[in-house]
């Protein structure tokens, strides 16, 4: 079983900068992609960014130049660095994760961390 939890959440104004974090444990033989998707009221959840195995990102068209993914392959952990933020980055923040236990492939998301961005 694979758990991914998520942290950093919280309240920033706008222009102000937040990091998120997200460590991933369980019975873990691999990890391919790594990502960060959000989920505003009333919309579709939509990609952040997501990175993978060799480092290769991609963002979300609304996010690019203002935030950055970063992951460490030994410690199964991956980053978001969000900066210039703006009230429409304010959603539940969700990481996302794709691998392999011994056995099978998973696709693990964790419980979600709220971001507010408001004066």
């Known amino acids: 079983q694979v758990q991914v939890v998520e942290s950093g959440g919280g309240l920033v104004q706008p222009g102000g900068s937040l990091r998120l974090s997200c460590a991933v444990s369980?019975?873990?033989?691999?990890?391919?992609?790594m990502g960060w998707y959000r989920q505003a009221p009333g919309k579709q959840r939509e990609l952040v960014a997501i990175i993978s195995s060799d480092g290769t990102t991609t963002y979300g068209d609304s996010v690019k130049g203002r935030f950055t993914i970063s992951r460490d392959n030994a410690k199964n952990w991956v980053a978001l660095e969000m900066s210039s933020l703006q009230t429409e980055d304010t959603a539940v923040y969700y990481c996302?994760?794709?691998?392999?236990?011994?056995?099978?492939?998973?696709?693990?998301w964790g419980q979600g961390t709220q971001v507010t961005v408001s004066s």
């Open positions: 369980g019975s873990i033989f691999s990890i391919i992609a």
């Open positions: 996302h994760v794709g691998g392999r236990t011994a056995t099978e492939p998973f696709y693990s």
